[in-house]
């Protein structure tokens, strides 16, 4: 918005509006004095709550003289901004600062912020409410209207959370390379095969956008556009959460079908493996790589992205693993239910991820695609797990924000007291 400076230069001159603000900026030595923190924040969470805006910081909104930051504390106004979307609007704010030099009235230029603000995906609550940008200023939602907005960009929707579009998103975030896979299809006309798949879509100003889906499957690195669409994994030496412990760690991002298996290599690179003195030799592993395939690509495929900033988490001990996935369970699934019953929140991620092939050449994973749509996931990590460790998988919810799946180690240390064993690292 505004791309040229002689565009954002005629808009100022015409003042302020539903999608342009100006603010003054007030240093006192090296403090910043003004805009307050509180009212700046109220501001943007406003146009994030509406459709997209930018903010001008170095022009006085009264005269729309453009007053300039001083070189030095451009650092320091940037900083002011960040802070204020990342602790003071909950959730957090996506926006994009760009530092300009802008001509005043005598023609000397003078360095300014411009602050997009993309209309969010989220409801933004901010230190005095919930506002929206009405106008050439912000207005308190009321009860009915903040109903009504949290409905148009909740689950709820008619349109599924991963069919809708991500703001400050095109064509172009996606990578051809990528997209190509679920389609054999001439790239000819990519645009029309990509808004087939549901990768792009037409936002109110008639622009394609990517979808939350086409974000998540198609660009090389999903998480700088949904923070939380990623893999915390760590490895620990004992059976407690303690960093004095920690073996190996790994945040884990790009495209979800990688990873869902970047998430799989990462048990299989650390888990121990035992070795039967048997005639011949058989190996008996930690973890089931086909049962941990199937609970990560059930993490991955079905949890909740509207989360702001939640990941998955995935941890490893000696006598266990744990999956924390954000989000409850979708639709009318109980955790009783959960081996009988199929039901997806992501209908878009799900299709998409059945169409992608996976390299399987020792047959660990027992399927050609990281989804069947069949239901059989949970099954499958419930059996396999349970033949190995004799203990059965337990899911949990944690505060109904988070589902919890623990696996069961094979019991290494009964099997190191039996003289036919031995066991090692896999690494």
Same mark, same amino acid.
Not at 195 to 214: C, M, P, Q, W, Y
Not at 322 to 333: A, K, Q, V
Not at 338 to 362: G, V
């Given at each position: ?168 998103? *095109? ?5 051809? !390379? #990528? %997209?190509?896979?679920?389609? +054999?299809?001439? @790239?000819?006309?990519?645009? /029309? ?112 992205? *509207? ?5 998955? !988490? #995935? %941890?490893?001990?000696?006598? +266990?693993?744990? @999956?924390?996935?954000?989000? /409850? ?99």
């Amino acid at each position: 918005m505004f791309d040229s400076k002689e565009e954002l230069l005629a808009k100022i001159h015409l003042g302020e509006d539903s999608v342009l603000e100006l603010k003054s900026m007030r240093f006192r030595g090296s403090k910043i004095v003004g805009p307050s923190r509180e009212s700046l924040a109220d501001e943007l969470a406003a146009f994030a709550n509406s459709n997209n805006g930018v903010l001008v910081l170095g022009v006085n909104d009264k005269t729309r003289e453009i007053e300039g930051i001083p070189f030095d504390k451009l650092d320091a106004a940037e900083n002011f901004v960040r802070q204020i979307c990342n602790d003071s609007v909950n959730p957090p704010l996506s926006i994009k600062i760009v530092r300009l030099m802008l001509a005043d009235t005598s023609g000397e230029e003078k360095p300014v912020l411009k602050v997009e603000i993309p209309r969010s995906l989220f409801v933004h609550k901010s230190p005095a409410g919930y506002f929206q940008r009405v106008g050439s200023s912000k207005r308190e939602l009321t009860p009915d209207v903040l109903a009504r907005l949290f409905q148009q960009r909740s689950q709820a929707r008619i349109i599924r959370f991963d069919e809708q579009i991500v703001p400050n998103t *095109s064509l172009q975030d996606l990578d051809e !390379r #990528l %997209f190509s896979r679920f389609t +054999r299809s001439n @790239l000819n006309d990519s645009a /029309t095969i990509m808004r087939k798949l549901r990768l792009i879509a037409l936002d109110n100003d008639g622009s394609e956008k990517a979808t939350v889906g086409g974000v998540l499957l198609c660009s090389r690195n999903p998480h700088e556009w949904l923070p939380g669409a990623s893999i915390e994994a760590v490895h620990y030496r004992f059976t407690e959460r303690d960093s004095k412990y920690q073996i190996d760690a790994r945040k884990i991002t790009g495209p979800l079908d990688q990873q869902i298996m970047e998430a799989v290599f990462f048990v299989k690179r650390n888990m121990r493996i035992g070795a039967v003195k048997e005639p011949g030799r058989r190996e008996i592993p930690q973890f089931s790589i086909r049962a941990v395939f199937e609970a990560a690509a059930n993490a991955v495929a079905h949890r909740d992205y *509207s989360i702001h900033g939640s990941k998955i !988490r #995935l %941890f490893m001990f000696a006598d +266990r693993l744990e @999956l924390y996935s954000p989000g /409850t369970l979708p639709n009318t699934l109980t955790i009783e239910s959960l081996p009988l019953r199929q039901a997806t929140r992501n209908e878009l991620i799900t299709s998409l991820l059945a169409k992608c092939p996976i390299e399987d050449e020792n047959m660990e994973f027992g399927r050609q695609f990281l989804m069947d749509k069949r239901g059989e996931g949970v099954p499958i990590i419930l059996d396999e797990s349970k033949k190995l460790s004799g203990k059965s998988p337990v899911y949990q919810l944690i505060d109904d924000t988070e589902l919890m799946l623990t696996i069961f180690s094979a019991d290494i240390h009964d099997c190191q007291a039996q003289g036919n064993k031995e066991f090692y690292f896999a690494r």
